[in-house]
């Protein structure tokens, strides 16, 4: 089992950066594949970004791609969310999720994530 916190969020003007971490516990951080999701106010949540156990590969929400970097630390066990060129439309709570099992064509699928942070907030003001 692990568990996710997340930090990072806040007020930014559009156009900025935002980096967002999730801190996760205990030593098997490794074994663990991360995804970034977010929830705007009165919409579904919706996939962002994703990174394999290796770090090897990164999948992004067309909506982001471009503008976000996903990364982790193994060694700090944690999972970044490099946000540039911020817009309006990025509002939202900010995810952090972890699967134990390898990531797969559904990486996108909030399912394929057994556990979840609390989530941040993020505000981008135009």
């Known amino acids: 089992q692990v568990q996710l916190v997340e930090s990072g969020g806040g007020l930014v003007q559009a156009g900025g950066s935002l980096r967002l971490s999730c801190a996760a516990s205990g030593r098997t951080f490794s074994m663990y594949a991360f995804g970034w999701f977010r929830q705007a106010p009165g919409k579904e949540r919706e996939f962002v970004a994703a990174?394999?156990?290796?770090?090897?590969?990164?999948y992004y929400a067309d909506s982001v791609k471009g503008r976000f970097t996903i990364s982790r630390d193994n060694a700090k066990n944690t999972v970044y969310l490099q946000m540039n060129s911020l817009k309006p439309e990025d509002t939202a709570v900010y995810y952090c999720a972890a699967s134990i099992r390898p990531l797969g064509i559904n990486y996108y699928w909030a399912g394929e994530y057994r556990y979840w942070g609390q989530g941040t907030q993020v505000t981008v003001s135009s």
């Open positions: 990174i394999r156990r290796s770090g090897g590969s990164t």
